[in-house]
Nanobody, 115 residues
């Protein structure tokens, strides 16, 4: 079992930056993949970024070049650095851990981008 806690959300102006953190209750070394998803009001939850246990990363086209996912295995933490934020990035961001055959989710952290 994995418990996930997100932090780092908040209100930021368009063009600004935020760094989200996801702390896991156990070592993330053996977790197949960890990622960030987001859900805006009235929309489906969508993948933002994912990082595998081997370090491979993938990003949604809408955030590619602006967001960076990384991990610190020693701290059992995954980060999402968000730069050049846009109003359309406004959403609740959720940390996800995939440990086949299970998926675990954090409680979410609100990111609001204003102009």
């Amino acid at each position: 079992q994995v418990q996930l806690v997100e932090s780092g959300g908040g209100l930021v102006q368009a063009g600004g930056s935020l760094r989200l953190s996801c702390s896991a209750s156990r070592s993330i070394f053996s977790i197949n993949a960890m990622g960030w998803y987001r859900q805006a009001p009235g929309k489906q939850r969508e993948l933002v970024a994912v990082i595998s246990s081997g370090g491979s990363t993938n990003y949604a086209d809408s955030v590619k070049g602006r967001f960076t996912i990384s991990r610190d295995n020693a701290k059992n933490t995954v980060y999402l650095q968000m730069n050049s934020l846009k109003a359309e990035d406004t959403a609740v961001y959720y940390c996800n851990a995939r440990w086949v055959p299970f998926d675990y989710w954090g409680q979410g952290t609100q990111v609001t981008v204003s102009s």
